[in-house]
Every structure is written in structure tokens, then in C-alpha cells.
């Protein structure tokens, strides 16, 4: 189970330095914003349509869950202008490796604290090194 869910990483990571290589030249049509806009309407309307036919009906309110936990639809929009922003001016490749890169650290941090209800996970070694090897990625492709 764990290499299929590995597999649906991987293909998600594919599909995020896709959006980004959209993204750029729609920005450059017609405005960051409305890019980052277009994105999420078409991303909610088909959210709908999958909630409609596939999502239990006895789901429970937005509004009985704590509020931070609804935080991911604020930094979603911000992700987006920002792979909006840099992939037309520095690329895909080095877009997604400064990307991966901040998220490896920021996952090894909650990761390591358990935070955001996670469960803990401490940095060792290996991931350390995992980090290491993802900037000296980010500083080979700066440098090409």
C-alpha cells in the first residue's frame, strides 16, 4: 500500500510542475490574479461535481472544525500566484525544486514536532540528508 501511495505522490508532484508550466503563460494572458483565479474556479467546480456523486452525505460541517484547519485554502491561492510569478521568469524545474525544497523543510519541521495534528516523525540523519541533497539540487540548476 505504502508504494501505491508513493506512486500517487510522485504523480501529484507531476502534475503540480504541469499546472505550473500553465500558469506562466496564462499569467502573462491575463493577469497573475486572474490565472490564480481561473485555477481554483475550475478546481472547485469539478470538487463539486465529485462531492456531488462521490462524497458521503453525512459529512461534517465546516463550521463545527476548528478554523485553522482551513487554512490550506489561504495558502493554496498564495502558492499558486507564486508558481504564477516565478516559473515564467526562472523556469519550471527551478520553480519546483525551490518549491520541493521549502516543502521538505517545512514537512521535516512538522514532521519532527508532530504539528498540525500530525503524527511525530524526528528528523534523523536520512532526512537530513535528504534535505541537503534537495538545496544542492536547487544550487546546481540555479547555476546552469
Known amino acids: 500500500m505504502q508504494i501505491l ?16 508550466g500553465l500558469l506562466g503563460p496564462l499569467g502573462t494572458e491575463v493577469g ?3 490565472a490564480t483565479l481561473s485555477i481554483f474556479g475550475v478546481g472547485a467546480a ?7 456523486f462521490f462524497s458521503p452525505r453525512n459529512s461534517p460541517s465546516f463550521f463545527s472544525l476548528p478554523s485553522w484547519q482551513l487554512l490550506g485554502g489561504v495558502i493554496g491561492p498564495i502558492y499558486v500566484i507564486i508558481l504564477t510569478t516565478t516559473a515564467p521568469i526562472i523556469g519550471v524545474a527551478l520553480t ?3 518549491i520541493l525544497a ?15 495534528g500530525n503524527q511525530q516523525r524526528k528528523v534523523d540523519r536520512k532526512r537530513l540528508f535528504a534535505l541537503i541533497s534537495i538545496v544542492i539540487a536547487l544550487l546546481l540548476v540555479a547555476k546552469a
Do not use: C, P
Open 96 to 98: 519546483m525544486i525551490g
Open 5 to 20: 501511495l508513493l506512486f500517487l505522490a510522485i504523480l501529484g508532484g507531476m502534475g503540480l510542475s504541469v499546472e505550473a
Open 46 to 52: 469539478l470538487t463539486f461535481l465529485l462531492m456531488l
Open 32 to 34: 497573475k490574479l486572474w
Open 102 to 116: 521549502g516543502q521538505v523543510f517545512k514537512s521535516l519541521i512538522i514532521d519532527h514536532y508532530g504539528l498540525l
